[in-house]
């Protein structure tokens, strides 16, 4: 037995006690055949749309209570999380029924008034704040859960509902969301869905694709689709939900959601290892898929930059587990029934990994405390890498194999254009393995474009050339309309837009994003 393995079992008791969880590019040439109209620099205001004036104003006071019409304090409306995007919007409404939400968009759609939907504000490719002056619906104020069916599991809710309170509230009758995100404190069910987020459970209960039943959505001209079905089972016709998941309220707004919830595992168990290669890493989850398989839940990794930003800055009052540093970390998490079980099963994983070398070091939560403490650090990361003044963030899928190469590339390239230390603070790597989703996030002092023409079209090249995809689970948002192209073929392009046609003519919902914009559009 290896030596180490006493620590593995010994946890020393230091972990802090529970942890709050919180909370166009200068492409210049042809890609697959479509030229990107704009580069650099956002399309201009479309003259198409009407400026808000007193008399939507009095109509939108007309269906909605006083205090869901806001015209001052919107700094924090029209400003994302990263602070990388502002918009400049003079009206937040905030509909608190499906019927009030269609009564608005019927307004906007008549007068042409351009529409942002708003949900936790959380995005990380600037999709949910205004480019100019659209009117915001911020979805907080529709936050009831309908209806809850136990013996299926599938609740139904306001697409306003935090996610963390539907954590809670599921909680209490014996079940989770099928999604969990470091967002989770100010994220929507209905957010999540608009941009098919992933996240750290995505390994095990798959993607929102599969575990949303039914939507409710109303499109641009006022029309409410109810399909907020229950059914696990129903073919018939065109499966319209599918494509308002990952939309980014470009084609609808998610008004009601229905989502089959997995039962809360009765024996949840977290380790931390440390790695000294990326090879290691994937040998790492090659046994680990053997050893665990049903009862894996989460396999997440950061490298030893991505700590150094997380300890320095202290985020939530983050510790180092070990007394020495390895250049990467894996977070391995279980769901089980059976808590004899599963600890069997990874104590039989980790002596197997340390007896195999693959891992150097390592340590186990002794309870829910520490086990958050460990997840801490992994949730900690996103906000780490904020405090230099920005950040630039990359969110790329691609085979495994190649998964860490782009950070090292990427810092390579940073080294030779003298930019590393200076104009670029760190780059680091992180993410979900198992899904083969690199999170890059490059920060910087401040956002300027000299970064930005730095990394791309660099990263994105990159991606196109190992096959990968230019958003895993971000989305596209404002960030990465125009470059779709290095994912989609034209061909594609030219079926989303007649999607994006059929259910939005006159193109009200959010504008300037998600599709690029082409010499002919
Ligand atoms: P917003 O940011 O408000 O909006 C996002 C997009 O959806 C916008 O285009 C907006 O117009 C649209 N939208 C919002 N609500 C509706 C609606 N009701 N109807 C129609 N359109 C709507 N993402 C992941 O995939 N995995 C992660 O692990 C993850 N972790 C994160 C951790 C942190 C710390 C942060 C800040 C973000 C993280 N995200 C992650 C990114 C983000 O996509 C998710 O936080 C979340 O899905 C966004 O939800 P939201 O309610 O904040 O939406
Ligand atoms: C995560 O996995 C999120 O923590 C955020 O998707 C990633 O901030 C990022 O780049
Ligand atoms: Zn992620």
């Known amino acids: 037995m290896s030596p180490h393995l006493s620590l593995l079992r010994n946890l020393p008791k230091y972990l802090r006690p529970s942890a709050p969880r919180s909370s166009i590019r200068p492409l210049g040439r042809a890609l697959h055949g479509t030229s990107i109209a704009f580069a650099g620099h956002l399309p201009p205001r479309n003259a198409g749309f009407k400026k808000i004036e007193e008399q939507d104003r009095a109509f939108f006071r007309s269906i909605l209570p006083e205090q869901a019409v806001r015209t001052s304090d919107l700094g924090p409306f029209n400003t994302d999380w990263m602070n990388k995007y502002h918009g400049k919007s003079d009206l937040v409404l905030f509909p608190r029924t499906t019927e009030q939400v269609s009564k608005i968009l019927k307004h906007c759609n008549d007068n042409s008034i351009a529409v942002v939907p708003q949900g936790g504000n959380t995005g990380l490719v600037g999709g949910g704040v205004p480019v100019y002056d659209e009117l915001i619906l911020n979805m907080s104020a529709m936050n009831k859960i309908r209806h809850f069916d136990s013996a299926s599991g599938v609740v139904v809710c306001d697409a306003g509902c935090i996610l963390e309170s539907l954590e809670e509230t599921l909680g209490a009758e014996g079940f989770i969301t099928p999604l969990d995100l470091g967002a989770k404190g100010s994220c929507h069910i209905g957010g999540n869905v608009a941009t098919n987020a992933g996240g750290l459970r995505f390994l095990r209960y798959g993607s929102l694709h599969g575990s949303v039943m039914g939507l409710e959505v109303v499109t641009a001209d006022g029309t409410i689709l109810d399909n907020l079905s229950i059914l696990h089972k129903d073919n018939t016709g065109y499966d319209l939900k599918q494509l308002f998941i990952g939309s980014e309220g470009t084609l609808g707004i998610i008004t009601g959601v229905s989502i089959w919830t997995p039962p809360k595992p009765k024996s949840v168990k977290v380790a931390l290892v440390g790695l000294d290669s990326f090879k290691n890493v994937q040998a790492t989850y090659e046994k680990t898929k053997t050893h665990l398989n049903e009862i894996l839940s989460a396999f997440e990794f950061w490298d030893k930059e991505s700590l150094k930003l997380v300890l320095s800055h202290s985020i939530q009052g983050t510790r180092d587990p070990f007394d020495d540093q390895y250049p990467f970390y894996v977070l391995i998490e279980t769901h089980g029934s059976n808590a004899e079980h599963d600890d069997a099963k990874l104590q039989g994983l980790l002596e197997d990994l340390m007896e195999g070398g693959e891992v150097v070091d390592g340590v186990v939560a002794q309870d829910e405390s520490q086990s958050q403490s460990l997840w801490g650090l992994r949730e900690s990361i996103p906000e780490a890498c904020s405090k230099a003044g920005a950040v630039y963030k990359y969110d790329v899928s691609m085979p495994q194999s190649v998964l860490y190469q782009l950070v090292e590339d990427m810092r390579e390239h940073m080294r030779s254009k003298g930019a590393l230390g200076s104009k670029v603070t760190d780059v680091i790597g992180y993410g979900h393995v198992g899904d083969g989703n690199l999170h890059l996030n490059i920060s910087a002092p401040k956002y ?74």
Request: aromatic fraction near 10%; avoid cysteine.
């Open 448 to 521: 300027t474009d000299e970064v930005q023409s730095l990394i791309e079209p660099f990263v994105y090249e990159w991606i196109q050339g190992h096959r990968g995809s230019i958003s895993a689970e971000h989305g596209l948002g404002v960030m990465k309309g125009a470059v779709l192209p290095y994912s989609k073929s034209p061909e594609m392009i030219g079926y989303m837009r007649k999607i994006k046609e059929a259910f939005d003519p006159k193109g009200i919902l959010n504008p300037y994003k998600y599709l690029p914009l082409t010499e002919s559009k």
